[in-house]
């Protein structure tokens, strides 16, 4: 079988070091599907990707067909099947939002404009790079002859997250849990939301009535621990660790392209795709929704009801995201 062509940027960075050793075993891609990597940093990463790669030698990993590093875009891209856009400028102090969203245009412009010129025809793109949804958007807008619903930005992490605070509150194994949606952004106005989960095939809705003492006591506890918990959960690592997610973010962009590339049968998932106004989100915004794939990339699951609390929080989520967006066609980006 031919070599896959994966490109990570930001590879020299924290969730890169968790990311290149996942692909290159055939976490993501499967044990007989040899990878290609290439590595895209900018310079003063470039010793970061390569005492990986050198690493990655180390391992003799028997799909690993090669590695490349770069800090020319071009060259990373060139035929590239697959690409993972980690690296992204992080908030400092006294950044506004708005030199955030500038300085990531700066980044993911570019990276969409060369991923146009010279990816391969059947490119797929996920973004891991904050603010994940926008910087997708962006990229997406730089790659005019790339189809934009090959761009998804990642909220993988969040589902996961959303499923195992669930179990822990069940008490049940985490591959007990079916349904869960994320709604939105990458961002604490997130919605996860358990409306349509199961639990061993029984609405979770119930079994938290049953284990919290009601269904009111199941909405507080869903209101007032779970949303915030899942929707924070990034600054709570943060707080913790002293700096970002990063091995659980990297296994969360292994599962997203995992699922993606294998199916995901006829669960969901969810991911920030590109909207055409289901769920009544504006055409064009990249915000998380209920996904399934069937091998040829992320559809959105529709027909879900949402009720008017859900409806609310998703609104609310959608509208940072055109805040977002809007903040971008300001800057004159895209
Ligand atoms: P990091 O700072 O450890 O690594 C980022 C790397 O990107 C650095 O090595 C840097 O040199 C490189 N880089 C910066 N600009 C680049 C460019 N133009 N081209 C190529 N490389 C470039 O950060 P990290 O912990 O690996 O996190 C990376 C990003 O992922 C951050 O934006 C973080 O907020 C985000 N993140 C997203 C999720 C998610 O679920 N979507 C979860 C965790 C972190
Ligand atoms: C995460 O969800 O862990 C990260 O996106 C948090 C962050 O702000 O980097």
């Not at 007989?32 to 003799?60: F, N, T």
């Not at 875009?73 to 500038?102: H, I, K, Q, S, Y």
């Not at 969901?268 to 064009?284: I, R």
């Not at 998703?314 to 300001?330: C, F, Q």
Request: charged residues 20%; aromatic residues 4%; contains cysteine.
């Amino acid at each position: 079988m031919d070599a896959t062509t994966v490109t990570v940027t930001g590879a020299g960075g924290q969730i890169g070091y968790s990311l290149l050793f996942r692909i290159a075993s055939g976490d993501m891609l499967g044990a007989d599907r040899p990878v290609r990597l290439r590595l895209l940093e900018i310079p003063q990463g470039l010793k970061g990707a390569e005492g990986a790669a050198l690493e990655l030698q180390d391992c003799a990993f028997p799909l690993l067909a090669g590695v490349e590093i770069t800090d020319d875009a071009r060259v990373a891209f060139d035929g590239a099947n697959l690409a993972l856009l980690v690296g992204a400028r992080p908030r400092t102090a006294g950044m506004e939002r708005a030199d955030l969203l500038a300085a990531n245009a700066g980044i993911f412009g570019p990276q969409g404009a060369a991923l146009n010129d010279v990816a391969a025809d059947d490119i797929r793109v996920a973004v891991v790079g904050n603010p994940a949804n926008t910087n997708a958007l962006i990229a997406a807008a730089s790659a005019p002859d790339i189809p934009g619903d090959r761009f998804a930005a990642l909220t993988r992490l969040d589902h996961d997250r959303a499923v195992a605070q669930l179990a822990a509150a069940l008490d049940v194994p985490v591959a007990h849990l079916r349904g869960v949606v994320v709604w939105g952004n990458h961002s604490a106005t997130q919605f996860p939301d358990v409306a349509h989960a199961t639990v061993d095939g029984r609405p979770v809705l119930d079994a938290l009535a049953d284990r919290l003492g009601g269904a009111d006591a199941a909405t507080t506890w869903l209101d007032e621990e779970f949303v915030p918990r899942v929707a924070k959960r990034g600054a709570e690592i943060i707080a913790v660790r002293g700096s970002s997610s990063a091995a659980s973010a990297a296994n969360a962009a292994i599962s997203h392209v995992r699922d993606l590339v294998h199916r995901t049968g006829d669960a969901w998932t969810s991911a920030a795709v590109l909207s055409h106004g289901e769920y009544g989100v504006p055409d064009g915004l990249y915000s998380s929704a209920p996904v399934s794939s069937d091998g040829t990339g992320y559809r959105i699951v529709e027909g879900l009801e949402l009720d008017d609390r859900g409806r609310a929080r998703l609104d609310a989520s959608v509208a940072e995201l055109v805040a977002e967006r809007d903040a971008v066609h300001a800057l004159g980006v895209i």
